[in-house]
């Protein structure tokens, strides 16, 4: 039993902030485009700030391990891979299609994994997570690029990837990160604090968002649709993956951040790039909010089970 509080007390924060955000829209202090807004800015510029600080602060060199970046970036790969060979013959309307693709391989990873990871380990250098997240997050805008505009028709260009991969903020956080960490070189002190402080607000205040930004209003028109989307990356994805990740020894904060990469909720950037690129945003923001609910209680039974089996100490 001591183990489920423990899960229960790394999750339970994340639903107080995400009913938060929630209550102030019921209370109508803030509307869903204050929100939309809000959010925005957070993604564009304070949750960059909280990835570069956390790889510029970390020890790198010893938190980085290329070989567990590069099975987490192949098992990603084989994930996308084999969804784009199999959905298209269950979902044959290509728009929906993208869209159910992308919830099964994209996570919200950096926001849950450093949610996470300083929950469950205060203490800890959770350099591991966000030096995954500067390689991961590339890979997801990179991958999702090439699924929309394939999917609606349109040639795959390596210009119109290069830039939108440019045009990432958490890109070229990470990309900045990493170049400090791995070079040495250190930014004035008191420039390093101020990215530092503002990078500390944005996991609390993002998910005050996406609680506020939860409508589940067309859910029941879109359910079959939704249920493909959900089982996968809430439930298939991550199912496969750590069974895989502990065999190949991984524990603690790796095994976090394993956890986040494939059992976390969809990536909320993934939903104005599907509206972006001719997909299916409407069904790409409904599986984002109900992902971000739902994603509290699987992630509670899996952070349990690995407890219980002492993968996580």
């Given at each position: 039993m001591a183990n489920f509080w423990l899960a229960f007390g790394a999750v339970f924060p994340m639903f107080c902030y995400m009913a938060l955000g929630k209550?102030?829209?019921?209370?109508?202090?803030?509307?869903?485009?204050?929100?939309?807004?809000?959010?925005?800015?957070?993604?564009?510029?304070?949750?960059?700030?909280?990835?570069?600080?956390s790889i510029y602060n970390s020890d790198?060199?010893?938190?980085?391990?290329?070989?567990?970046?590069?099975?987490?970036?192949?098992?990603?790969?084989?994930?996308?891979?084999t969804l784009w060979l199999v959905v298209p013959h269950f979902i044959k309307e290509k728009r929906?299609?993208?869209?159910?693709?992308?919830?099964?391989?994209?996570?919200?990873?950096?926001?849950?994994?450093?949610?996470?990871?300083?929950n469950i380990y205060p203490d800890r250098d959770l350099g591991i997570i966000a030096s995954m997240a500067a390689f991961v997050v590339p890979l997801f805008n990179i991958l999702a690029v090439i699924l929309f505009e394939a999917f609606r028709g349109g040639k795959v260009s390596i210009v119109t990837i290069i830039k939108k991969i440019?045009?990432?903020?958490?890109?070229?956080?990470?990309?900045?990160?990493?170049?400090?960490a791995a070079t040495g070189i250190r930014l004035p002190l008191l420039l390093s604090d101020v990215i530092s402080d503002v990078g500390n607000v944005a996991l609390l205040m993002a998910l005050v968002c996406i609680g506020g930004m939860l409508s589940f209003g067309s859910?029941?028109?879109?359910?079959?649709?939704?249920?493909?989307?959900?089982?996968?990356?809430?439930?298939?994805?991550?199912?496969?993956?750590?069974p895989l990740f502990v065999a190949l020894g991984c524990r603690d904060?790796?095994?976090?951040?394993?956890?986040?990469?494939?059992?976390?909720?969809?990536?909320?950037a993934g939903v104005p790039m599907a509206y972006?690129?001719?997909?299916?945003?409407?069904?790409?923001?409904?599986?984002?909010?109900?992902?971000?609910?739902?994603c509290l209680f699987t992630m509670?039974?899996?952070?349990?089970?690995?407890?219980?089996?002492?993968?996580?100490?």
């Open positions: 209550l102030i829209s019921w209370l109508k202090f803030m509307k869903y485009e204050d929100f939309r807004q809000l959010n925005q800015v957070i993604f564009e510029f304070f949750i960059p700030c909280m990835l570069f600080s790198f060199k010893s938190a980085a391990n290329p070989w567990l970046i590069a099975e987490v970036v192949g098992a990603v790969l084989l994930v996308y891979v929906n299609a993208s869209v159910v693709i992308q919830a099964w391989y994209r996570s919200n990873f950096v926001l849950f994994g450093m949610l996470l990871g300083g440019f045009q990432n903020k958490l890109v070229i956080a990470g990309m900045l990160g990493v170049f400090f859910v029941m028109h879109d359910w079959p649709l939704l249920a493909w989307a959900l089982s996968g990356r809430l439930l298939v994805v991550p199912l496969l993956a750590l904060v790796e095994l976090v951040a394993i956890l986040a990469a494939f059992a976390s909720p969809c990536a909320v972006a690129m001719g997909a299916n945003g409407d069904l790409a923001g409904e599986v984002q909010a109900v992902s971000s609910v739902a509670l039974i899996f952070i349990w089970v690995l407890r219980s089996f002492g993968f996580i100490a």
